[in-house]
């Protein structure tokens, strides 16, 4: 009596372990299926942007970043499947593109929140561009908050207050963002060469333009030389801010000519040479 007690409980117990693989495995299948449905999707809205149609890969990013927390939950079973912030950042990209700028905001907002520092150039740009100066002022304070050391959040709070006409308070945010700079690029480049950096030449003609939009030509003119004599060899550095050094001379021809050639890298540097354009005709 016993033993057949016993037997059928280990049946009754080998029963349910075969249940439960078999649930296992469809579980596993399941999920499986749901994301390759989903990467499918992903793949189709990047097929979508490329082709131009940018409000079908909006709304299929979109239905990938809503789904994308259930379908990869427990696991990721699939390879090179997209993680949540690329998905924000891809949308927040294609609503730019579609002019909709409260939802690229929000988007790249949500890609810093799961990846600090994914979408963050691209965030800080569209503020610039739509006239949100002041709210990027206050991301800036927020980032230097969170990262005092960092010249890159310096750097964006001078934009900021560049473009809300605060010249003399961008000023110091860009003399800041020098001080840090070099601590900065031991820690992420360390095998950097010496001398003037890309960094550090941009920073001083933003600074050298701010002084100048304070009023205070002679520390606009210190900051302009110390790219010159840091400059021995290659292309001009110091194109923006002797611009605006001999547009304040009344030299509208040297203005432009300082100008030949250069490529604004940011919005900020954009509004810049617009605000000279007039000098030049």
């Known amino acids: 009596m016993f033993a057949a007690s016993t037997r059928r409980r280990i049946g009754f117990v080998a029963l349910t372990v075969l249940v439960l693989l078999h649930l ?34 909006a709304q299929e990013y979109a239905t990938f970043v809503a789904a994308r927390p259930t379908v990869a939950w427990p696991v990721v079973l699939l390879r090179n499947f997209p993680d949540a912030a690329s998905g924000w950042f891809v949308l927040g990209r294609v609503e730019a593109e579609r002019g909709r700028v409260d939802a690229a905001l929000s988007a790249f907002r949500h890609a810093m929140d799961l990846a600090p520092g994914r979408g963050r150039r691209e965030y800080r740009d569209l503020l610039l561009r739509s006239g949100r100066g002041a709210v990027l002022v206050e991301f800036a304070r927020t980032a230097m908050r969170a990262e005092p050391d960092s010249p ?28 840090l700079l070099p601590a900065w690029r031991r820690r992420t480049d360390p095998g950097a060469p010496a001398g003037l950096s890309p960094e550090e030449a941009d920073l001083l003609n933003l600074l050298s333009v701010a002084e100048r939009l304070a009023g205070r030509a002679r520390l606009a003119d210190a900051a302009c030389e110390r790219i010159g004599a840091a400059t021995h060899i290659g292309p001009r550095l110091d194109r923006l801010c002797s611009a605006y050094r001999a547009a304040a001379a009344g030299d509208a021809r040297g203005a432009t000519q300082a100008l030949i050639g250069y490529a604004p890298p940011s919005p900020e540097h954009e509004a810049l040479v617009r605000a000279l354009a007039p000098i030049g005709h």
């Open 24 to 57: 296992g495995a469809f579980g596993v299948y399941a999920l499986r299926q749901r994301q390759s449905e989903l990467l499918a999707l992903y793949l189709d809205a990047r097929d979508q942007w490329r082709e131009g149609h940018l409000e079908v890969a």
């Open 152 to 179: 890159i959040a310096a750097k964006d709070l001078g934009a900021g207050q560049l473009a809300t006409g605060q010249p003399a308070a961008a000023a110091s945010a860009y003399e800041q963002a020098l001080r």
